[in-house]
């Protein structure tokens, strides 16, 4: 696929701001995050419409509110220690893991 990339810079339960969009400037948290087509799924961001059809459990049916994967790329990752938007570096510590590492404070963003 086109514009699909092998590795994420954004992982589950990171927290990140909306760079571009309907919603944008909005914080929230990553729930899902979709590798092969490059989009993450956030927390009350690009909400969309869907019908549920009647059952016999709920026959009236209902409209639901839910959230729409978002391309990855309009997206940015929010430091836990700086609390900035920021760019991610990435650094190997001993054993041969990579860590992912806030390119304004220099601190880990993974735990070790």
Request: positive net charge; proline residues 5%; contains cysteine.
């Amino acid at each position: 696929m086109k514009g699909t990339s092998k590795f994420m810079n954004i992982r589950k339960g990171d927290t990140v701001v909306v760079l571009s969009g309907k919603d944008k400037g909005s914080k929230g948290k990553v729930i899902r995050t979709i590798p092969t087509s490059g989009r993450v799924l956030v927390e009350g961001i690009n909400m969309v419409s869907k019908s549920i059809r009647p059952t016999q459990e709920m026959p009236q049916g209902r409209i639901a509110k839910l959230e729409a994967p978002i391309l990855a790329s309009k997206v940015m990752l929010i430091c836990p220690s700086c609390h900035q938007p920021t760019r991610v570096a990435h650094r190997l510590v001993e054993g041969g893991k990579s860590v992912r590492i806030c390119r304004v404070c220099n601190e880990t963003i993974d735990r070790v």
